[in-house]
């Protein structure tokens, strides 16, 4: 039986770092990198494949923000394992990294429609579509993994619908993992705050260019892989994100809400006109 990574959200910050580290630490015949990107994807299996003695990666140009592309790569699934089933026992997805995202910075009535549904669109939609379609393809063993937030933990004001985005992505996670695991599949949420890839570049729509305070996403990477494969429900790496997310529990969901709107604003260029070349698909 093939046995296959998938990773969307991959030819920039963190979606490349797991590429990167799962094709060094883990045994998988081939991983499926996904992405709008394919220069991107193409470079990064380059880069992949040359440490090793045969073409492991495989790169996926595929546009995850409407359901069409989750359809489209459920087809490619299917077709591999029908392929392969004429010669040996069919594929299994021993890794899925749902990492295909983005936010948007700015209060919501300030903040374009299409952008905040695009963001549901695809930051919940796409991610329960890519779970179900890969569910008959999971086995004992297999790892799901889900990009949340820190912003998962509370409602934030200046960053409405991506944190309650990312609050959807854990709940969901958590919850899944408890439906699975007597199918002996992990679940695990990625839970990071700020980290250095070009989220900011997008959510800011060009006004700030990189995450503030941002971390190099390795070490990020790193933990969430060993916590994932040891059944570990959600990563958080950083010991301040940790208490941020205990204390959440104990501060008021509007009073959090309210003080983030009135003191964390973040800059953003107005969204007309938006920068189409922009790939909004892979960021965090």
């Known amino acids: 039986m093939k046995n296959i990574a998938v990773i969307t959200g991959a030819s920039s910050g963190m979606g490349k770092e797991f590429a990167i580290q799962v094709a060094q630490k ?4 081939e991983i499926w990198i996904i992405a709008r990107r394919l220069e991107h994807l193409n470079q990064l299996a380059h880069e992949i494949n040359r440490t090793k003695n045969f073409q492991v990666v495989r790169p996926i140009q595929l546009d995850l923000g409407s359901m069409q592309g989750v359809y489209e790569l459920e087809k ?3 077709d591999e394992d029908e392929k392969l089933k004429k010669v040996e026992s069919g594929i299994k997805i021993g890794l899925l990294i749902n990492n295909a995202g983005f936010g948007s910075y700015g209060p919501f009535e300030e903040t374009s429609v299409k952008t905040e549904m695009e963001m549901v669109e695809l930051n919940c939609t796409a991610l329960t579509g890519l779970c179900g379609i890969a569910l008959p393809f999971l086995k004992n063993d297999s790892v799901i993994i889900n990009t949340s937030s820190l912003a998962a933990f509370m409602p934030l004001g200046n960053f409405a619908v991506y ?3 990312k609050a959807y992505v854990l709940s969901f996670s958590v919850a899944l ?3 699975l695991k007597s199918r002996g599949i992990k679940v ?3 839970c990071p705050g700020s980290v250095s890839t070009e ?9 700030r260019p990189e995450v503030k305070g941002g971390i190099p996403p390795k070490e990020v990477i790193a933990q969430c892989l060993k916590r994932a494969f040891k059944g570990k429900t959600i990563s958080l790496y950083r010991f301040k994100w940790k208490v941020t997310a205990f204390m959440s529990r104990f501060v008021g969901r509007g009073l959090v809400a309210r003080y983030t709107y009135k003191h964390m604003k973040r800059p953003r260029t107005p969204d007309e006109p938006q920068n189409e070349n922009i790939d909004i698909n892979e960021f965090k």
């Open 188 to 190: 695990s949420a990625l």
């Open 163 to 165: 944190a309650a985005t």
């Open 177 to 179: 993992a408890a439906e």
């Open 76 to 78: 490619l699934i299917k």
């Open 199 to 207: 989220f900011a570049n997008v959510a800011s729509n060009g006004a």
């Open 26 to 29: 883990y045994d998988f015949d």
